[in-house]
């Protein structure tokens, strides 16, 4: 029996080949999984009506002073008042120990004379009255939730009632004068 010897250089090409066709078939691989996957990936991501509720944009202008509105951010109602200026002293002259949950005005508004807050009762979620004309606007000229008796201030601050916390500020920006970008 004979043994033939080859030498080194023999099998250079097949081995190319292998590499070759060994990264062909990972990159043929790892294609496909990405395209299969990314669908499921795809279907992760926020659809676009929530996308569009993330954030509302609101014309300001229309708001006279003293006048309050309520637009829907996210399901939930947000009052925006366009405070006067006895409201915006009202609201400055409150003594904070006097307050159940302690939060000076100028922390809860960018500009004192518009006042953003979620109008959502911080007790059992109610929505409170004191937005539209006519309505109910409690001891403190706020708001006032008539289920169990909670009243806010012209910061949206609970001032008496059961609710623990004062109404939450959204995260707004104001894009000009006249326009805000709630969310």
């Keep these: 029996m004979s043994q033939t010897v080859h030498s080194s250089g023999d099998h250079q090409p097949d081995e190319n080949r292998r590499d070759f066709l060994t990264l062909a078939t990972t990159a043929v691989g790892v294609v496909g999984t990405g395209v299969a996957l990314w669908p499921f990936v795809d279907s992760m991501n926020p659809s676009k009506d929530v996308l569009a509720l ?49 939060q000076a005005d100028d922390a809860r508004v960018e500009k004192k004379e518009w006042l953003i807050v979620v109008g959502v009762c911080t007790h059992l979620g109610c929505i409170p009255m004191g937005t539209a004309t006519g309505e109910a606007r409690g001891d403190y000229d706020g708001w006032y939730c008539p289920c169990h008796g909670s009243h806010y201030d012209t910061s949206g601050r609970i001032r008496r ?15 000009t004068d006249t326009t805000v970008r709630i969310g």
Aim: hydrophobic share 40%; proline share 9%.
């Design 54 to 102: 993330a954030s509302v944009e609101v014309n300001l202008a229309n708001i006279p002073v003293g006048q309050a509105v309520k637009v829907m951010w996210r399901g939930k109602p947000v009052f925006i008042r366009h405070r006067t200026e006895r409201e915006i002293n009202e609201a400055n002259e409150v003594a904070l120990n006097e307050l159940v949950d302690p």
């Design 161 to 175: 009632g059961p609710a623990p916390k004062n109404l939450e500020v959204p995260t707004y920006t104001f894009l």
